[in-house]
């Protein structure tokens, strides 16, 4: 069965960090553009960050490109988003998803068609 978990998720300082992790089960992330994705209460789910197959890295959003950092360790099957310089706003709960390696990376839901379970991150004093 293929599937997706996040982990890594929860209560943080404003200026703190956190690293999510999106662990793959039946399948390597290796053939796949990886996307983590953020939803917080009444918004609509938006893109964060993109790693290709080839781990080019090619999306930020706009306002979270200097503060985190997406990566994938292919022997654990598992892509980060490493967190710096946590702010309020980046309260949310985090999803990643996959798309097929040969589209690349794009910044919208409906190119995605597997999505973990997600985890939640409060940035809260």
């Known amino acids: 069965q293929r599937q997706l978990v996040e982990s890594g998720g929860g209560l943080v300082q404003p200026g703190g960090s956190l690293r999510l992790s999106c662990a793959a089960s039946?399948?390597?992330?290796?053939?796949?553009?990886i996307g983590w994705f953020r939803q917080s209460p009444g918004k609509e789910r938006e893109g964060v960050s993109c790693?290709?197959?080839?781990?080019?890295?090619?999306y930020y959003k706009v306002g979270v490109k200097d503060r985190f950092t997406i990566s994938r360790d292919s022997a654990k099957n598992i892509v980060y988003l490493q967190m710096n310089s946590l702010k309020p706003e980046d309260t949310a709960v985090y999803y990643c998803?996959?798309?097929?390696?040969?589209?690349?990376?794009?910044?919208?839901?409906?190119?995605?068609?597997?999505w973990g379970q997600g985890t939640q991150v409060t940035v809260s004093s």
């Open positions: 998803t996959t798309r097929p390696a040969g589209l690349g990376c794009s910044r919208y839901m409906s190119a995605y068609g597997n």
């Open positions: 039946g399948f390597s992330l290796d053939y796949y553009v």
């Open positions: 790693i290709s197959s080839s781990d080019v890295v090619t």
